[in-house]
DNA sequence: GGGAATAAAAGCGTATACAATGGAAGCTCG
DNA sequence: CGAGCTTCCATTGTATACGCTTTTATTCCC
């Protein structure tokens, strides 16, 4: 696996100066997760996926005790599951949970639309551009993977734009969500995010039409949503009595 | 402080026993953490207020490992802060954080009360009116720690009637950090739910007018936050160069 | 030969021990 | 007498060790 393509600073940092086991132990902690996370939300770590404590303990350096409590906050974004004594694996979404984040995607990012489009500066315009660029760019070199991320962080940028810090961590999250269920219920070859969608909402939005934006971003969801083939696989226990019952 | 007036009857319980050391962890664990949310809820900790690990694993008769837990699972949910190497205490929202806070709560319970209205059944009715009641008994009685964990059970019941998990505990959420933001900027005497508030709210949903329901409640969250006294306590920091520089 | 039971191994849950850091108090020097 | 520095203590961060549960593999019996 290559990792290291996107290994932060912080880890090639030598400990020459101090070796501060302490010193650096938060952020090397946050850098752990971001690890894990970003290895979830851009599917090299599938749903379902075992996460042994021991293993990531050994692959990342730390001991145990770190890395559970990684696994504990990404049990609480609800991206790996804890089974009591099975141990974390990357959650598999159920239907009804992927609806419940599209159906709460769609009420929060379309109702932070409108206020999005008040406060939008040129300086946010720009940026937006350069990250749907690099969308762009990752979707067209068959990135799939940067792709997603990107495409989950374009959303969260978006609404943080609201200023509003506590709903932008939350469609973060739903984001995170979200790229989980493409996991699970995409097809392969369709993205999410059609390219040109985030170009068009940032027009309406540096037009200042919130009302356009919002309708434009709800139909971008829909379609995204709609582009999922919610098929209730029933993985566990296939009902074997019933299927060869009949 | 008289907190063993609620203390659970497991903390009674010698550790010797090794029986079930894991058996009931996982539950054990989730009431400690229910104490402490409880008591935060509740007003009968208050923000600012230093959470120590040694002290709480001696109160509920754990070990450190079990409450640091805890506190990070509180800290995730914004209960408690938790400073590098000060350790855990109770959180003290900012202004802005209160603005957010309630901004939130406007946009995701507004939203969901059309679709409870349609789903809302009898037996729901019941006991939100039981809640209700619950509720309006405790004010009564004068018992304001009490209302105000009810209020916010009540919020959050009615979030959970639309049938989405995913927002229903983000409002659980926001309910929680409301009180927080209460206890803070609260003005002592005027609590947040006027006692006869919530049973209005529940009139309009059983006749299905979620419109009317949706309308009722945004007042409402109007008229807390209104009855809030947001002065932002310079406590960190007091700005000394521009007192004095004047 | 197949199934079930038992034993062994692997992995998680908890506690305890140790190390490091930040704060506070006391001491010394100006 | 006050301020700064140093030392000590209180408290958190991390690792490791041990016990328990679950799973899997092997063996025995039908």
Redesign the pocket.
Known sequence: MTEHKQMPAAAGERPKR??????D??E??DAIYRHISDAIIEHRLKPGA??????L?EVF?????????I?QRLALEQLVT???????SVTRPTADEAKDVFDARQMVECGLMPEVARRVTAADLRELRDMARREREALRSGEQSVAIKLSAAFHERLARLSGNATLAEFVGRLCSRSSLILAVYGNTGHLGCESHDHDDLIRFLEEGNGERAKAFMSRHLKAIEASLSITEEEDETPDLHQIFSG
């Open positions: 101090r070796l501060g086991k302490n010193g132990g938060a090397r902690h075992r996460l042994r404590e021991d293993a303990a350096g730390v001991s145990r005790t770190g890395i559970r409590k696994l804890l089974t009591p004594r099975r141990g974390a």
